[in-house]
C-alpha cells in the first residue's frame, strides 16, 4: 500500500471516528426490518390499511416493515407500547381517529398527548360512515328516519361500538339534529334514540342483518355489499362529498346539516424525540408509497379518499379531529365503561 493510500484511508477514518454514534446511524438508515403497530386485532380496516402501506413502504425504504398487532383499549394500549419504544425511526405507529382523537375524550387516563407526543408525518386513509338500517325499518331516506325518530322518542334503537367513528358519527348526528336546523318550528324536536352497545363490529352487523336493531352507522366498505344485496338500506353518507361508491346516498351535510362531516381515518407517526433526518426520510417514503398507482387504485376501490399527504396536513388535521370528538363527547356525557 503507497504511503498515500494509507494517509487517505486513515484521514477518512479519522473523519469518521470523529462524528457521533447517532449521525453514523442516521447516514444509513434503514439498515434493518421496521416495525409498524397496529393497535387494533387481525382483520379489521386499520390493520388492512397498515398491511397494505407496509408492503409499499417496505420497497420504499428497501427494507421490510413488519405489521404486528396489539389491540386493547381502543387503541390506547398499542399505541402507548409503541411510544415507549426507541425514538430512533425503527418503530412505527398507526395512528387514528380512535386512539388519537376519541379515546382523549372518554378515558381520563390516556397515556399519552397526540398532539405533542407524536410527529404525525402523513395521513393514509379516509373514509365516510354509511347510516345504515335493516329493510323493514319503517323509513327509506334520511328524511324519513328523521321525522321518524323525531315523531317516535325513545323508541328508536341503533347499535354502536364504543368508541368507534360509527359511534361518535351517531352522537354528532343526534345533537345537530337536535337543533333542528333547516326544520319548521312546528317540527322542531329532539333526535331522542336508544343507543344498544356492542363489543365489535361482527355481532352488530348480526343483529342489525337480522333485523334486531333497526339502523347503525357503519364504515363504508364493510356496508357495501349487503347494500348491493339488498339486505340493507343505505340513508345517507357521513363524509362532505358524496362517495363514489354509494353515487344514489346523499351526504348529511347536503340533506340538511351544513360541514357535518365524522369521518375513520388513519395515518402514521413516530414518537416525539426521533431524529429530524430520519422522520424526513420516514415522511418522504411514505408520501411514495400513498402516491403508487397500486394504493390509489385499491383504496378508491373501496371507496377511501386517499387524503393530503405529508405532515404538516397530517398534523393539522389530527388537531381539529382532538379538538372536535373531545368536544362531541363532553356534550354527550359519555364516560368510560
Not at 130 to 150: D, K, M
Not at 262 to 279: E, N
Amino acid at each position: 500500500m503507497s504511503k498515500r493510500v494509507f494517509l487517505a484511508i486513515a484521514m477518512a477514518a479519522a473523519a469518521l471516528s470523529a462524528l457521533p454514534l447517532p449521525a453514523l446511524a442516521q447516514s444509513d438508515y434503514p439498515n434493518k426490518p421496521l416495525k409498524l403497530i397496529s393497535p387494533f386485532p387481525a382483520g379489521g380496516t386499520s390493520d388492512v390499511m397498515a398491511r397494505m402501506l407496509a408492503e409499499e413502504l417496505g420497497k420504499q425504504l428497501k427494507q421490510p416493515v413488519l405489521v404486528e398487532n396489539v389491540g386493547g383499549a381502543g387503541g390506547v394500549i398499542g399505541t402507548d407500547r409503541a411510544l415507549k419504544a426507541p425514538a430512533d425511526g425503527y418503530t412505527l405507529i398507526q395512528t387514528g381517529v380512535g386512539q388519537n382523537a376519541v379515546a382523549h375524550g372518554i378515558n381520563t387516563k390516556v397515556p399519552y398527548d397526540s398532539n405533542r407526543d407524536f410527529i404525525h408525518l402523513t395521513q393514509v386513509h379516509s373514509g365516510p360512515n354509511v347510516l345504515v338500517a335493516h329493510p323493514s325499518a319503517p323509513f327509506n331516506t334520511f328524511q324519513e328516519f328523521l321525522a321518524y325518530g323525531r315523531a317516535n322518542p325513545g323508541k328508536l334503537n341503533y347499535g354502536y361500538t364504543p368508541a368507534a367513528s360509527g359511534h361518535m358519527a351517531m352522537e354528532l348526528l343526534k345533537q345537530t339534529a337536535s337543533t333542528c336546523a333547516g326544520v319548521k318550528r312546528e317540527n322542531c324536536k329532539p333526535l331522542f334514540m336508544v343507543g344498544i352497545p356492542y363489543r365489535g363490529g361482527g355481532p352488530m352487523m348480526t343483529d342489525l342483518l337480522g333485523g334486531q336493531i333497526p339502523v347503525m352507522f357503519i364504515n363504508q366498505d364493510v356496508a357495501l355489499q349487503h347494500v348491493k344485496a339488498g339486505k340493507l338500506k343505505a340513508l345517507a353518507v357521513s363524509s362532505l362529498q358524496r362517495n363514489p361508491l354509494y353515487p344514489d346516498v346523499p351526504t348529511i351535510h347536503e340533506a340538511g346539516f351544513p360541514g357535518f362531516s365524522a369521518l375513520s381515518w388513519s395515518g402514521v407517526s413516530v414518537a416525539r424525540g426521533t431524529p429530524k433526518p430520519i422522520a424526513d426520510r420516514l415522511e418522504a417514503a411514505l408520501v411514495a408509497a400513498m402516491n403508487t398507482p397500486a394504493i390509489r387504485q385499491r383504496m378508491e376501490s373501496q371507496g377511501f379518499v386517499v387524503p393530503a399527504p405529508g405532515a404538516a396536513a397530517y398534523t393539522d388535521f389530527v388537531a381539529k379531529e382532538h379538538e372536535r370528538w373531545v368536544r362531541v363527547i363532553k356534550v354527550a356525557g359519555i364516560k368510560e365503561e
